[in-house]
């Protein structure tokens, strides 16, 4: 984790604990980039409000990760949001409230099944606690492909948009 990533973390947490943080980092999310459906006036992004995000069909995910327990996790497939703004191209960059970005293949990700989690055993996710949206793999059904330094990469937390490249 690079030193901004963690003053960012530690600079989110600190926010989050000030009344009414939660709904700083509202559950929506947009998308940009290499996408065939938009729907704003400007036809770049497509914005998913938290309507939007909550009409996916929901899949959960029970993991450890390095910075929890076992736990289950639930929330869209990544796939199914690109699939909904028709993303053409496989990598897509991760933009995170804390201006950290990280780039995946969507090929991958729907490989294992990653979702974008808004929930962790049922409770919604904060700022405070990896939300809005966390990109979670099932890493204990990998555990030789998704544990280490490149494979903790992708589990990318306070994402607010998704730019397909």
Do not use: C
């Not at 990109?135 to 990998?142: G, I, S």
């Amino acid at each position: 984790m690079t030193l901004q990533r963690t003053l960012g973390l530690l600079a989110a947490s600190l926010l989050a604990s000030l009344p009414l943080a939660a709904s700083a980092a509202p559950l929506a999310l947009d998308v940009q980039g290499m996408i065939g459906r938009t729907n704003d006036a400007d036809h770049t992004v497509y914005h998913l409000s938290e309507a939007d995000l909550l009409k996916l069909p929901v899949h959960t995910i029970t993991t450890s990760t390095t910075w929890t327990p076992k736990s289950t996790f639930a929330g869209p497939l990544l796939g199914d949001v690109l699939k909904l703004v028709d993303a053409r191209a496989d990598n897509v960059e991760l933009r995170t409230i804390d201006d950290y970005s990280y780039t995946v293949s969507a090929r991958e990700a729907e490989h294992y099944g990653a979702i974008l989690a808004y929930s962790r055993d049922g409770v919604r996710l904060t700022v405070s606690n990896f939300g809005p949206l966390f990109l979670v793999y099932p890493r204990d059904a990998y555990p030789s492909e998704l544990s280490g330094s490149v494979a903790e990469a992708k589990f990318v937390w306070l994402i607010k948009a998704l730019v397909v490249k």
